[in-house]
Every structure is written in C-alpha cells, then in structure tokens.
Nanobody, 115 residues
Framework: QVHIAESGGGLAQPGGSLRLSCAAS????????MGWYRQAPGKQRELVAV???????NYAVSVKGRFTISRENARNSVYLQMNSLKPEDTAVYYC?????????WGQGTQVTVSS
C-alpha cells in the first residue's frame, strides 16, 4: 500500500506565499511523474504543475511564473512554492504521484487566498 501525505495549505493574503509539501511512503518501487492538481468549488479538478523523474516541469498557464514545483527523490517528496497568490488560486490542492503504472492521490489541502 502507498500513503500520500500533503501539508502546507492555509490562509494567505493576495500577493502572499505558501509552500505545499507532499511525501509518498509505503510500498514504493519507482516514482515517475509527481504533480499538483487543484479543485475550486463548483469546478473540475485541474492540473497545476507536474515534474518528471528527470526534472522536467510543466505548468498551467494561470500559474506560470508564480508557482514553482520541485522534488526530492531521496525523500519521495514533491513541493509547490506558490508566490504572488491571487484569490482565484483558492482551491483544494491535491498531490498526485505516479508509481509504476498506478497514480496515487493525497487527501487534499485547502489553500485560501483572501484579504
């Protein structure tokens, strides 16, 4: 079994920053892509950023230049540094980890951007 644990969500003011962390544990052989998705109320879940095992990154247009995804393979961890936050970034953020041929999801962490 695999467990995905997220942390770092919370309340931030517009223009502020937050850092999300995600760690995978359990029966892990090979981790491929690691990414972050988000889902705002009444909207579909959308990709925020993804990073491959080789370090290639891809971002949603709406966060490019403001968010940075990184990973630490030795710790089976992925991070999302979020700067210049906007109210429209408010959502539940989910970590997604591709292990072998299976994708595993975290439970989600709430990010609220409000003054």
């Amino acid at each position: 079994q695999v467990h995905i644990a997220e942390s770092g969500g919370g309340l931030a003011q517009p223009g502020g920053s937050l850092r999300l962390s995600c760690a995978a544990s359990g029966m892990i052989n090979s981790i491929y892509d690691m990414g972050w998705y988000r889902q705002a109320p009444g909207k579909q879940r959308e990709l925020v950023a993804v990073i491959t095992s080789g370090g290639r990154t891809n971002y949603a247009v709406s966060v490019k230049g403001r968010f940075t995804i990184s990973r630490e393979n030795a710790r089976n961890s992925v991070y999302l540094q979020m700067n210049s936050l906007k109210p429209e970034d408010t959502a539940v953020y989910y970590c997604n980890v591709l292990i072998g041929t299976m994708a595993w999801w975290g439970q989600g962490t709430q990010v609220t951007v409000s003054s």
